[in-house]
């Protein structure tokens, strides 16, 4: 099966875009635009049917290239990438991915942005009464191969009910629990970046899948209604 392919030109448009992030040349180039928008279409609709194979996906969102000014002291109105997301769905399998499609900068990510305060709450429950199963994911070869560490904002000290020296305070910090991996240019826009792409998110699972149990369970491992 021959997959979509990440352009030369949707490259060279962004690297164009970013050095001239004003409304005039934009719209000069709207074309330009409206290909490469057309060609993450393509790309973005494969791959949400690529890891539908593997994991239940709720569906694949491709992020608008219009940036929000409104407070933020950077006006430059594009974003000179193009981004999007994947939901893993019902309430039992939690997290998402993300890709990040950008000269110099294209890495996929995925895990938890954003965790609400009552699921930051039971993550941080779990990792004090028993880190081993986290500290045996995020420390694996393989893990520690592709991603290197876990990575994501986190409390300059202590969290709230939790001592500064408890002996899990590297993992309780947490805020943020992300799974980032890089790639060159050179490899977005191999033929196989695609099955590129389904492998790092494969790699992913092992923590995704820890997490929604957590998630999923109250502090005794019963499922939660």
């Known amino acids: 099966m021959a997959y979509p392919i990440v352009e030369k030109s949707l490259f060279k448009f962004l690297k164009d875009l970013d050095k001239n ?4 040349w934009f719209n000069e180039n709207k074309d ?3 290909v490469a928008q057309q060609s993450m279409k393509a790309f ?3 791959l949400v049917n690529e890891m539908s194979y593997h994991d239940n996906i709720e569906g694949i969102r491709l992020h608008r290239i219009y940036r929000d000014v409104r407070f933020s002291k950077d006006k430059t109105p594009y974003k000179a990438r193009f981004s999007g997301g994947m939901k893993r769905a019902t309430k039992w399998l939690r997290g998402g991915y993300y890709f990040h499609i950008q000269p110099g900068n294209s890495l996929l990510a995925g895990g938890f942005w954003g965790p609400n305060s009552p699921d930051l709450k039971r993550i941080r429950q779990e990792i004090a009464a028993d880190a081993k199963p986290l500290r045996k994911i995020i420390k694996a070869a393989k893990f520690k191969k592709y991603f290197g560490e876990l990575q994501g904002d986190q409390v300059k000290t ?3 009910g939790y001592a500064k020296d408890h002996p899990k305070i590297d993992l309780l910090r947490y805020k943020q ?9 050179e490899e977005v826009q191999q033929k196989n970046f695609m099955k590129e792409l389904v492998k790092g998110y494969k790699n992913m699972r092992p923590f ?6 957590v998630l999923t369970t109250d502090s005794n491992g019963v499922p939660i209604e």
Do not use: C, G, Q, V
């Open 21 to 24: 992030n004003n409304r005039p």
């Open 32 to 34: 330009r635009y409206l």
């Open 44 to 46: 973005t609709e494969t």
């Open 158 to 160: 202590a969290p709230k």
């Open 177 to 185: 629990f992300l799974l980032i991996h890089p790639f060159t240019d």
């Open 208 to 213: 995704l899948d820890y997490m929604s149990e």
